[in-house]
Antibody
């Protein structure tokens, strides 16, 4: 069974750093792209970027380029999304998703990130 | 960047009735269009890919159609579990892949 399990809820202060994770199981992690998607409170889905764990090819949405860093460690089947300096506007639910031929066929359960002073 | 526009924003439907949701792309995405369902407090779930192919385990009452710039998701007879928000996504030109703003299907 394909599963993506994300790390738990985070509460941070503005200016702090953060790295959240997404661990894949039940399939060959290295051979599928992983996407990250943001959902701000009460809003729609925003595609942030994508990584190919097998080759570390990474593409970012222009809206998120320079704002976050996407990485992966194929040895432990885990993808990451990180911030060096959080802002209140980063408060959102973040989902990882396995990408198959472009669409997201399996999703993680989401990681809620709250940034507040 | 391709802009995806969904309409209506909210659709009020009675159980057992048919629901028709629209999604328009700012330029052609061929048939590279997916639909997702999201219920409150849950992650999105893939319903349709390739504009018209149901994902594994998706009931036959869900159907997708269209190509190019105009797409439709039809739910033939709404069940209680179908009241949710539905998003379309194009995956023809990326980055970025882009989502529509969503259509909320609510009980009339």
């Amino acid at each position: 069974e394909v599963q993506l399990v994300q790390s738990g809820e985070e509460v941070k202060k503005p200016g702090e750093s953060l790295k959240i994770s997404c661990k894949g199981s039940g399939y060959s992690f290295s051979t599928y792209w992983i996407a990250w998607v943001r959902q701000m409170p009460g809003k729609g889905l925003e595609w942030m970027g994508i990584i190919y764990p097998g080759g570390s090819d990474i593409r970012y949405s222009p809206s998120f380029q320079g704002q976050v860093t996407i990485s992966a460690d194929k040895s432990i089947s885990t993808a990451y999304l990180q911030w060096s300096s959080l802002k209140a506007s980063d408060t959102a639910m973040y989902y990882c998703a396995r990408v198959f031929l472009g669409y997201d066929d399996y999703w993680g359960q989401g990681t809620l990130v709250t940034v507040s002073s | 960047e391709i802009v995806m526009t969904q309409s209506p924003a909210t659709l009020s439907v009675s159980p057992g009735e048919r629901a028709t949701l629209s999604c328009r792309a700012s330029q052609s995405v061929s048939s590279n269009l997916a639909w997702y369902q999201q219920k409150p407090g849950q992650a999105p779930r893939l319903l349709i890919y390739g504009a018209s192919t149901r994902a594994t385990g998706i009931p036959a009452r869900f159907s997708g159609s269209g190509s190019g710039t105009e797409f439709t998701l039809t739910i033939s007879s709404l069940q209680s579990e179908d009241f949710a928000v539905y998003f379309c996504q194009q995956y023809n030109n990326w980055p970025p892949l882009t989502f529509g703003g969503g259509t909320k299907v609510e009980i009339k």
